[in-house]
């Protein structure tokens, strides 16, 4: 099972600030990582697929880079609705697939 | 609108049952993979369950193996998951999730979840 490690556990940064966000995997993913955004009550919402690609409608302050095991999520400005958690997920080799821990982003 | 809407969840003691279902509408449901994601309160994400178009290939993850059970109906656009010999340990909000499209699976949409607990 590959496993996911997220840092830091918590972010706390001001709105307009740039978010810098880790995922590093047990073992190479290649590029098969995606990163989603949790506000409370919510479901999960997809951000970023395949390392790299915004999916639709996500705006372009968000993105995603990285490959093998090293993967980061930037937010490039924050505004105040993306203080949420992030989680990362993989799918390079499954069953099962697995995400990280999760990273609190909160208002500092 | 692509939409997702679970029901089903509730309140059953430790070895009880319940079963999920899960309600698309707004895209071709035939056409897509489809999987359970559950969360414990306060807690990360876990996959549970993945099912084929077809239905003819299904998995699921080591905590649930041998006591959940998933499938679907194309005619009906519903996606369920069977839990049985329920523990504390499977007490979360339950997910279905649409891939983003065939052979990717990247979770988009979900449905809203619905809570299962499971205490004596």
């Known amino acids: 099972e590959i496993v996911l490690t997220q840092s830091p556990a918590t972010l706390s940064l001001s709105p307009g600030e740039r978010a810098t966000l880790s995922c590093r995997a047990s073992?190479?993913?290649?590029?098969?990582l995606a990163w989603y955004q949790q506000k409370p009550g919510q479901a999960p919402r997809l951000l970023i697929y395949d390392a790299s690609d915004r999916a639709t409608g996500i705006p372009a302050r968000f993105s995603g880079s990285g490959s093998g095991t090293d993967f980061t999520l930037t937010i490039s400005s924050l505004e105040p609705e993306d203080f949420a958690v992030y989680y990362c997920?993989?799918?390079?080799?499954?069953?099962?697939?697995?995400f990280g821990g999760g990273t609190k982003v909160e208002i500092k | 609108e692509v939409q997702l809407v679970e029901s089903g969840g509730g309140f059953v003691h430790p070895g009880g049952s319940l079963r999920l279902s899960c309600a698309a509408s707004?895209?071709?449901?035939?056409?897509?993979?489809m999987h359970w994601v559950r969360q414990a309160p306060g807690k990360g994400l876990e996959w549970v369950s993945y099912?084929?178009?077809?239905?003819?290939?299904?998995y699921y993850a080591d905590s649930v193996k041998g006591r959940f059970t998933i499938s679907r109906d194309n005619a009906k656009s519903s996606l369920s998951l069977q839990m049985n010999s329920l523990r504390a340990e499977d007490t979360a909000v339950y997910y279905c999730a649409r891939v983003i499209w065939s052979g990717h699976n990247w979770f988009d949409p979900w449905g809203q979840g619905t809570l299962v607990t499971v205490s004596s």
């Open positions: 073992q190479s993913v290649n590029s098969y």
């Open positions: 997920q993989q799918r390079s080799n499954w069953p099962p697939l697995t």
């Open positions: 707004g895209f071709t449901f035939s056409s897509y993979e």
């Open positions: 099912i084929s178009i077809s239905g003819t290939t299904i």
